[in-house]
């Protein structure tokens, strides 16, 4: 195996160790926008509930003020049969017409209330749905998020592994050459520009490369660097096959 082969492989590796340690950052802020949109439409629900469950207090209250204010007009209508004089009459007929006013604006403010009860059943229903709805939705990206940031170490510390496995049989200059310029590429791990016989522009920057370049790159024992970028260039298996011809 030649060595830019050697390198392609290694390369492989970092470019995938590089996506892994991104994926350390990218994966929490997804995790955290899918439980965020989640959260959101909890957080609408809730609010819709808590009226609803108001609406449905007022109208328990209302109603045991209801009982009251029927218990005090019949208390006032038995006071009928025990009245001494007319002036007592006419006090307690008054006291009833008080009541039946009271109880008949008790009844009348419940039915509002109650008018009101259906619509925000409906809403709370509505909102409970699009809960579930947005759960079922997010939760299989959830769990595999959760999944794979629970072994992502594991897959860095596996990987690291396979590419320390390749290193050794590689020349320890041209290794020094390639870990030089990946120091500056963690992000995306990517070191190498691949060269064809018919290859204008670097595949990594685009610079356009010289012929003298071209040939020093096709000639060259060891690896030569892109003149702009730094990348190292290395011989698709097709140019190898040229140059070995």
Do not use: W
């Amino acid at each position: 195996m030649s060595f830019e082969n050697k390198l392609l492989e290694i390369e492989t590796l970092d470019i995938k160790i590089a996506q892994l340690e991104n994926s350390k950052l990218e994966y929490p802020l997804k995790l955290a926008e899918l439980k965020e949109v989640i959260g959101q439409k909890e957080k609408s629900r809730d609010l819709t509930k808590s009226n609803l469950e108001k609406l449905e207090k007022d109208i328990s209250s209302a109603n045991i003020d209801l009982e009251t204010h029927n218990n005090e007009l019949a208390r006032s209508h038995e006071r009928l049969t025990s009245v001494k004089n007319n002036k007592e009459f006419d006090a307690v007929q008054k006291e009833i017409r008080t009541r039946k006013t009271v109880v008949a604006e008790t009844k009348q403010s419940i039915a509002k209330l109650k008018e009101k009860l259906p619509q925000l059943q409906e809403e709370f229903k509505a909102a409970q749905e699009e809960v579930d709805g947005v759960i079922a939705q997010n939760s299989p990206q959830i769990e595999e998020l959760t999944s794979k940031i629970a072994s992502i170490d594991d897959d860095i510390a596996a990987t690291t592994s396979e590419k320390n496995a390749l290193c050794p049989k590689v020349d320890e200059d041209l290794l020094k050459m390639y870990d030089a310029v990946l120091l500056g590429r963690k992000r995306s791990g990517k070191v190498l520009a691949h060269i064809s016989a018919d290859s204008k522009k670097c595949s990594y920057c685009g610079q356009v490369i010289s012929p003298n370049l071209l040939k020093k790159i096709f000639s060259s024992a060891v690896l030569v660097a892109c003149e702009n970028c730094g990348s190292l260039f290395v011989l698709t298996e097709n140019a190898q096959n040229q140059k070995t011809s």
